[in-house]
């Protein structure tokens, strides 16, 4: 089973960024997909989730009506759309998978699967 996540870089304040996490080696339709981050000398923290089967979405409060995460099934890749980015947006970017459901992801705790880090750095 891999997580592969992708799409990072260098972007300046107020740009745009897409992650993608892309899955393989199992179904994961049973799952739900979370974003985490990770800035330097900072906890992880969540940023975004998704249920693989049916669609819903949960967002931290510090990246609400500027990210949104998505999903495609014949791709089997879930998305970090991150616009209006900020400085303090700078971090590395995990996804995981877990079969306990969404809200799992969101209160923390040993996730099923993680995927390799990818550095977003927004300069000011």
């Known amino acids: 089973v891999q997580l592969q996540a992708s799409g990072g870089g260098l972007v300046q304040a107020r740009g745009s960024l897409r992650l993608s996490c892309a899955t393989s080696?199992?179904?994961?339709?049973?799952?739900?997909i979370g974003w985490f981050r990770q800035a330097p000398g900072k906890e992880r923290e969540f940023v975004a989730a998704?249920?693989?089967?049916?669609?819903?979405?949960y967002y931290a409060d510090s990246v609400k009506g500027r990210f949104t995460i998505s999903r495609d099934n014949a791709k089997n890749t879930v998305y970090l759309q991150m616009n209006s980015l900020k400085p303090e947006d700078t971090a590395v970017y995990y996804c995981?998978?877990?079969?306990?459901?969404?809200?799992?992801?969101?209160?923390?705790?040993?996730?099923?699967?993680w995927g390799q880090g990818t550095l977003v750095t927004v300069s000011s």
């Open positions: 995981a998978a877990d079969g306990a459901g969404i809200r799992h992801i969101v209160v923390g705790g040993d996730l099923d699967y």
């Open positions: 080696g199992r179904t994961f339709s049973n799952y739900a």
């Open positions: 998704i249920r693989w089967s049916g669609g819903s979405t």
